[in-house]
């Protein structure tokens, strides 16, 4: 029986960002700051991923995260085995902090938490399989992943110019593009299923 990596990140998310929020020097400790990370604390690229500012922070992701996790989790399972989606994951996380890293590595006033990017990964190499899904938000509203993708990008943007939280929303960008870009590059031929089923939406039967 293959164990349910999704769940068990998010239960791992779930559990560290409570304890973070019971206990503010842990906070400190996990969240991205440019400054300890040139002092060597270069886990934080990792450990900021697992804490969320607020219930609706860590709701959204893991519920987003949980929606599509399984079909890319099996995905990478085929090349990778048991660790490949967990090392898919982790490197989202970091590789989608890297240019806010370049950007604020003077900053001592800039931090970011929250697992944006990971989970931006993992949505958009959802949508190279399978654009037309249909997703319902807050379990009613049906819309199709590629429209949802669209606008996750334009808020994403908009967000990132008005940023005056620790969010980093310019992470959702990064790490789609990571996900996209990494599986692609496992299997080329994602390309030409993705513009297929592009064309054809599933929806007009």
Same mark, same amino acid.
Request: aromatic share 18%; proline share 4%; net charge positive.
């Given at each position: 029986?293959?164990?349910?990596?999704?769940?068990?990140?998010?239960?791992?998310?779930?559990?560290?960002?409570y304890?973070?929020?019971q206990?503010?020097?842990?906070?400190e400790?996990?969240i991205?700051?440019?400054?300890?990370?040139?002092?060597?604390?270069?886990?934080?690229?990792?450990?900021?991923?697992?804490?969320?500012?607020?219930?609706t922070?860590?709701?959204?992701?893991?519920?987003?995260f949980?929606?599509?996790?399984?079909?890319?989790?099996?995905?990478?399972?085929?090349?990778?085995?048991?660790?490949?989606?967990? *090392?898919?994951?982790?490197?989202a996380? %970091?590789?989608?902090?890297l240019?806010?890293?370049? &950007?604020?590595? !003077?900053?001592? $006033?800039?931090?970011?938490?929250?697992?944006?990017?990971?989970?931006?990964?993992?949505?958009?190499a959802?949508?190279?399989?399978?654009?037309w899904?249909?997703?319902?938000?807050?379990?009613?509203?049906?819309?199709?992943? *590629?429209?949802?993708?669209?606008?996750y %990008?334009?808020?994403?943007?908009?967000?990132?110019? &008005?940023?005056? !939280?620790?969010? $980093?929303h310019?992470?959702?960008?990064?790490?789609?593009?990571?996900?996209?870009?990494?599986?692609i590059?496992?299997e080329?031929?994602?390309i030409?299923?993705?513009?297929?089923?592009?064309?054809?939406?599933?929806?007009l039967?």
């Open positions: 029986m293959e164990i349910n990596q999704t769940i068990i990140i998010i239960a791992v998310t779930c559990l560290v960002t304890m973070a929020w206990n503010k020097q842990l906070m400790r996990l991205f700051w440019s400054p300890a990370i040139k002092e060597g604390q270069v886990e934080r690229f990792v450990t900021h991923g697992f804490i969320h500012a607020d219930g922070h860590l709701l959204f992701n893991m519920f987003t949980y929606f599509f996790g399984s079909i890319i989790e099996a995905f990478y399972r085929q090349y990778f085995g048991g660790a490949g989606y967990v *090392i898919f994951y982790l490197a996380i %970091v590789v989608a902090m240019p806010s890293y370049f &950007k604020h590595k !003077d900053d001592r $006033n800039y931090m970011s938490l929250g697992a944006s990017g990971a989970v931006s990964a993992v949505l958009f959802y949508i190279l399989f399978a654009p899904e249909l997703l319902y938000l807050f379990g009613a509203i049906p819309i199709p992943a *590629i429209l949802f993708a669209v606008a %990008v334009w808020y994403s943007i908009y967000a990132s110019k &008005k940023n005056n !939280d620790n969010i $980093n310019s992470a959702h960008l990064y790490g789609g593009l990571f996900g996209v870009i990494m599986t590059v496992l080329p031929r994602i030409g299923y993705f513009f297929t089923q592009l064309l054809n939406p599933s929806w039967g």
